[in-house]
C-alpha cells in the first residue's frame, strides 16, 4: 500500500488550534478508511479518530470528542484532522494510516493492527 504523507504539526498554545493534513493519491484515499493515529512519549499508540469509505462512518476517542473534527477534502485529495482547545495532553507524534480492508473504521473505534502504511508522522507539541 501506498504511503501517506502527514503534515501540519507543530507548537501550540493549550487552547489553540491546529489542522493536520493527511495526504495521498485519490485512488488510495477514497478506497480504504483513514485512521489517525497518535503516540505520546513513554506511550502506546492510540486511535485519535477514523473515517470511513465515503464518510459513513466517523469515530472519534474519548479524550478528543467535541475538540477534535476528521473530514475528507476531495479536491485536495487529503484526510485533515481539525484539533481545536488543545492541551498539553495532546502532544504526541501523530500518524495517518489506510485500513487493509475498507472495512475497519466504524462508529465504535479503529485499532492499529487493522491499518497498515504508516507514515512518518508530524509532531505535534501543546505547551505554554
Known amino acids: 500500500q501506498e504511503q501517506l504523507v502527514e503534515s501540519g504539526g507543530g507548537l501550540a498554545q493549550p487552547g489553540g488550534s491546529l489542522r493536520l493534513s493527511c495526504e495521498g493519491s485519490e485512488e488510495n484515499l477514497n478506497s480504504y478508511d483513514i485512521g489517525w493515529f497518535r503516540q505520546a512519549p513513554g506511550k502506546e499508540r492510540e486511535a485519535v479518530a477514523c473515517?470511513?469509505?465515503?464518510?459513513?462512518?466517523?469515530y472519534y476517542a474519548d479524550s478528543v470528542k467535541g475538540r477534535f473534527t476528521i473530514s475528507r477534502d476531495y479536491a485536495k485529495n487529503t484526510v485533515n484532522l481539525q484539533m481545536s482547545n488543545l492541551n498539553p495532553e495532546d502532544t504526541a507524534v501523530y500518524h495517518c494510516a489506510t485500513d487493509w480492508a475498507p472495512y475497519y473504521c466504524t462508529a465504535y473505534g479503529a485499532r492499529e493492527p487493522d491499518f497498515g502504511s504508516w507514515g512518518q508522522g508530524t509532531q505535534v507539541t501543546v505547551s505554554s
Open positions: 473515517i470511513s469509505v465515503n464518510d459513513r462512518s466517523i
